[in-house]
Antibody, heavy 117, light 107 residues
Framework: EVQLVESGGGLVQPGRSLKLSCAAS????????MAWVRQAPTKGLEWVAS????????YYRDSVKGRFTISRDNAKSTLYLQMDSLRSEDTATYYC??????????WGQGVMVTVSS | DVQMTQSPSYLAASPGESVSISCKAS??????LAWYQEKPGKANKLLIH???TLQSGTPSRFSGSGSGTDFTLTIRSLEFEDFAVYYC?????????FGGGTKLELK
């Protein structure tokens, strides 16, 4: 059974950093692209970033480019999202997703990030 | 960016009825469209990809159609478990973009 479990969320002040993790199991992690998708309170879904299976290429939405870094450790079957220079508009639930042939075929339950002073 | 416009935003229906949700792209995305279901307390679920291909495990009462810019998700003979929020998403190009969602409520 595919499982994606996010962790690392919480309350953080504007301008500070936070690192999310996603522990994957139930599939060969190193074979799949992965992604982060977020959802602000009462809003819709928004793709944040994707990473190839090797980690050699990454893709970001413009609003997080230069502030967020997606990475992975295939030996630990873990996906990361380093979030720097956080803004209030980054407040959202962040979902780890498996990116299979460009669709998000499995999702985690999400982790909440609140950016507020 | 490709804008995805879903309608309606809210839809009220009864079990046994059929409903359709529209999703329009701001430019052609071929058939690179997926539909997802969101339910409280559950992980989001991929229902359909490639515009009309049911993901493994998706009940046959769900169907998708369309290509280019206009797409439709149809649910026939609604069951209680189908009342949820539905999103379309294009994966023709980056950034991947989602529709605003359609909340299907019990009438």
């Amino acid at each position: 059974e595919v499982q994606l479990v996010e962790s690392g969320g919480g309350l953080v002040q504007p301008g500070r950093s936070l690192k999310l993790s996603c522990a994957a199991s139930g599939f060969t992690f190193s074979n799949y692209y992965m992604a982060w998708v977020r959802q602000a309170p009462t809003k819709g879904l928004e793709w944040v970033a994707s990473i190839t299976n090797s980690g050699g290429s990454t893709y970001y939405r413009d609003s997080v480019k230069g502030r967020f870094t997606i990475s992975r450790d295939n030996a630990k079957s873990t996906l990361y999202l380093q979030m720097d220079s956080l803004r209030s508009e980054d407040t959202a639930t962040y979902y780890c997703t498996r990116d299979y042939r460009r669709v998000f075929d499995y999702w985690g339950q999400g982790v909440m990030v609140t950016v507020s002073s | 960016d490709v804008q995805m416009t879903q309608s309606p935003s809210y839809l009220a229906a009864s079990p046994g009825e059929s409903v359709s949700i529209s999703c329009k792209a701001s430019k052609s995305i071929s058939n690179n469209l997926a539909w997802y279901q969101e339910k409280p307390g559950k992980a989001n679920k991929l229902l359909i990809h490639s515009g009309s291909t049911l993901q493994s495990g998706t009940p046959s009462r769900f169907s998708g159609s369309g290509s280019g810019t206009d797409f439709t998700l149809t649910i026939r003979s609604l069951e209680f478990e189908d009342f949820a929020v539905y999103y379309c998403q294009q994966y023709n190009e980056y950034p991947r973009t989602f529709g605003g969602g359609t909340k299907l409520e019990l009438k």
